[in-house]
């Protein structure tokens, strides 16, 4: 046994979403997360459904499921995991965590802004910061939430002990949503998906 008990655990990151596509951005982010929070591995893990997001396209779960496999391929420690959809149900991120931890496992969970200022509001939030360390990346570039994000992250330290950390990175320009729009138009997609998920978005006909 090691000397220094700390030096046991493996750090995990959870990313989670509804990835409806995943894009360049989910992949940047998830690479940044694993660097600068010095991860052993991530799990990406397509939700069933999203609760409270229910504008994702007519896309089944398995598609999504797919399009993370391709996105993510061939990058070391990242795991793709079907747990949520084999779940079933509204996909809630504290039953996630629930099902991943581990006395020697030290869980960390990746956000967006616009989640974590909303954290509170999701089910069980005094578990679910109990259970992870939540972390957040800026998917915009608005200097009008940098004073709400930082009275939000006090709120969170005061409240349940956890101090929540910043994934440095730039903002990437598209969403999810803008995506879905330009497949259906037949618009390219270069550079905003992975080339594999457009391959995939176009012979499956997703978006149409």
């Known amino acids: 046994m090691s000397e220094n008990p700390i030096n046991d655990f493996r750090r995990v990151g959870v990313f989670g979403g509804s990835f409806s596509p995943v894009h360049q951005g989910h992949v940047r982010a998830a ?9 052993d591995y991530l799990f990406v893990i397509p939700a069933y459904i999203s609760p409270g997001k229910s504008d994702i396209g007519d896309v089944s779960p398995m598609d999504r499921l797919k399009m993370c496999e391709l996105a993510f391929e061939g990058i070391d420690g990242v795991i793709v995991s079907d747990l949520e959809i084999r779940r ?18 030290r869980l960390f969970l990746l ?8 954290l509170d509001k999701w089910k ?18 608005d200097p009008l939430l940098d004073g709400q994000i930082i009275k939000k992250l006090k709120e ?9 950390r910043k994934i440095q990175i730039d903002p990437f320009p598209v969403s999810s949503s803008r995506i879905r729009q330009m497949a259906k138009e037949g618009k ?5 998906v992975p080339d594999a998920v457009e ?3 176009r012979s499956q006909k997703l978006y149409l």
Not at 111 to 118: E, M, T, Y
Not at 188 to 192: A, D, N, R, S
């Open 124 to 141: 069980d939030p005094a578990a679910l910061f109990e259970l992870c360390y939540p972390v957040y990346v800026r998917r915009e570039n």
């Open 31 to 39: 690479k940044a997360f694993m660097e600068q929070m010095r991860l």
């Open 199 to 201: 391959e995939y978005i």
């Open 156 to 164: 969170y330290l005061d409240r349940y002990g956890k101090m929540v």
């Open 188 to 192: 390219p997609l270069t550079g905003l």
């Open 111 to 118: 956000c967006g802004s616009d989640v974590i200022l909303s």
């Open 88 to 105: 079933g149900g509204p996909s809630y991120t504290v039953d996630t965590l629930r099902a991943l931890r581990a006395d020697d496992v």
